[in-house]
């Protein structure tokens, strides 16, 4: 568009240089004549009426005056970032609208299923922290964040983590996968549960949320407070022979220690006083007395909404306890013997379904340090009454060996 100044009234400049703008991106040019000069104050005055009207407009145009013109628009010089912006809608339109397109034919349990393995993308290079963090922020259509139905309680060295990726081979479940302290810890509680469902992992609603946190089962506050948030909910308590915790509990302090360069007490020194009695203010000792902790439970919650996990035979039979877990949880048996199958590298159980492969991170399953049997049968002569205290709560014996 190209227009002459001297035969233009203000009133008519204004008009065209605005229809210009709104119309399209085309360059402006503004001149006294067909010949201008760039000595001639007309371009000035026009750019001075032209930027006038922008800015009273928010009209993402820039100008400059260039050879006793001034041109916007593609002008050289300047590019306005809006009006690239603009040239640029289309195909910001067009992806976004591809982008929604998938989102949209993403089926419930498609999306269940991209949730499931985090080790999918651990295969690719990626970090489970980072799997996580992605995974927790991604909401595909229809659904929500919500607190979780069910909780881990416990317990430390048991098997908590084994438990919760076996159950996230199920497209019914999505995990949490951070162990979030929220109901062990006074400082997070103090954040409330919108807080605390914000941290929880898009779901769908025919999806039960699983949060894991082995601590809360030796907190004092936890059984009230996760009742306070829902007293139907489901809790997963899985246990294991509890000399057996004791040692696999020093082994991970051990090794933690060791790769920071500090000493550790032998395993024997540990667990025993110097007159050779158990070592009661050990915390690995305390924990695995089960039956002053479940007591707690069993004052809020009913026993048919705790079910108890053989963390034992979680090791060498995975599919046995895992199928009584989705019976627990009401859940659609998806998950089947061929889930699971026994690494011979690794010695022990890993899992599989039809897209990935997943064993549990080389942590687990640690070798634990050579013992004094002597010293383990001490600790079980002392866990003795606190098992059959255990076994009258719960309903079940676990048969774990007395000396």
Request: aromatic share 10%.
């Amino acid at each position: 568009m190209i227009f002459n100044w001297s035969e233009l009234s203000e009133e008519d400049i204004v008009g065209k240089v605005q229809a210009e703008i709104e119309s399209a991106d085309n360059v402006l040019h503004c001149s006294t004549s067909s010949s201008s000069s760039s000595s001639s104050t007309a371009p000035s005055s026009c750019l001075e009426w032209e930027i006038t009207r922008a800015r009273w407009h928010g009209w993402p145009t820039m100008f400059v005056e260039r050879e006793g013109r001034v041109m916007g628009g593609r002008c050289e010089g300047w590019s306005s970032p809006l009006s690239s912006l603009r040239r640029a809608t289309p195909l910001i339109v067009l992806a976004s609208f591809l982008v929604c397109l998938v989102l949209y034919y993403v089926s419930p349990m498609g999306a269940a299923a991209i949730y499931a393995p985090p080790s999918l993308s651990e295969g690719m290079g990626i970090s489970s922290a980072t799997t996580e963090a992605y995974r927790k922020r991604l909401r595909v259509r229809g659904t929500q964040r919500r607190l979780p139905q069910a909780l881990i309680i416990g317990v430390r060295k048991c098997g908590t983590r084994a438990l919760l990726e076996m159950l996230n081979l199920h497209p019914h479940v999505q995990k949490n996968g951070m162990e979030m302290h929220f109901f062990d810890d006074d400082e997070r509680y103090a954040n409330g549960l919108e807080w605390y469902r914000k941290k929880m992992p898009y779901s769908f609603d025919n999806q039960v949320t699983i949060e894991k946190t082995p601590s809360y089962f030796i907190s004092r506050e936890a059984p009230a407070r996760i009742r306070a948030m829902n007293k139907t909910i489901k809790l997963l308590l899985i246990v294991r022979e509890p000399a057996t915790r004791v040692l696999s509990d020093y082994a991970q302090i051990m090794d933690t220690k060791l790769r920071k360069g500090k000493q550790v007490a032998p395993f024997h020194k540990k667990v025993l006083t110097a007159d050779g009695e158990v070592n009661d203010g050990f915390k690995a000792i305390q924990i695995s007395q089960y039956a002053v902790h479940v007591l707690r439970w069993l004052r809020e919650f009913p026993r048919e909404q705790i079910h108890i996990i053989d963390g034992d035979n979680l090791i060498i039979d995975p599919y046995t306890e895992i199928d009584k877990v989705q019976r627990f949880l009401q859940l659609p048996r998806h998950i089947h013997p061929d889930n699971f199958y026994f690494n011979e590298t690794k010695g022990f159980y890993c899992m599989r379904n039809e897209t990935f492969q997943k064993c549990l991170a080389g942590a687990k399953g640690r070798p634990h340090p050579r013992v004094d049997p002597v010293v383990m049968s001490h600790l079980r002569k002392f866990f003795t009454p606190f098992n059959e205290q255990f076994y009258e709560m719960v309903g079940h014996n676990f048969g774990w060996p007395t000396s």
